[in-house]
């Protein structure tokens, strides 16, 4: 049974090191027109110096209303490491997916009906925090995308449920066994 403990802890501190969370503001101007939401879901994961940005469910909020854009998501981006953060730089075209919020239907999702779009993204982050922006060039209009967040300061919140408990647990084991 202690091995099996210790073998858990391993898996969660090695879990730890690759994935952070960051809850974060979106601030987006569209044409000069700006719209903002809080409470963003990044998540930046590292494998081997590379490491994937996903900025899931992105709307537009403008005047009490929301338009359900979806899910940016980069992968396999190199990072650099200065000046105590580590810094990626992406510019290629790409399809946003639907988003994940169960407040919307999978077909109210704008980002899957765009196709490929072209982003030009630079985000800095640590442990801690992280800033991104990312330009959209859309014929006619750029869209900017400047995020700012901070990541929870749980630790062991492995199913990211913002509560340290037997859920971790569970899912520690669910990705052990593979579920």
Known sequence: MKRIFVFLAAVCCVMAMSATNYMCHLKVSVNGSVSEQ????????QNNGAYDLNLKNFCLVAEG???PVGNIAVSGVEGVDE???TTI???????????DDPAYSEGEWLGPMLGEV????TARF???????????????????????????MLKGDVNNDN??????????IGIILGN
């Open 83 to 85: 000046y105590g953060f």
């Open 118 to 121: 072209p982003i030009d993204l």
């Open 163 to 172: 509560v340290v408990n037997i859920g971790d647990i569970n899912a520690v």
């Open 65 to 67: 209303m929301a338009l």
């Open 38 to 45: 809080d409470q963003v879901l990044v998540e930046v994961n």
């Open 126 to 152: 640590t442990s801690t925090a992280m800033d991104a922006n990312i330009d959209i060039e859309m014929p006619g209009m750029i869209i900017g995308v400047s995020i700012f967040g901070i990541a929870p």
């Open 89 to 99: 730089t992406i510019k290629q075209p790409i399809n946003i997916t639907a988003g």
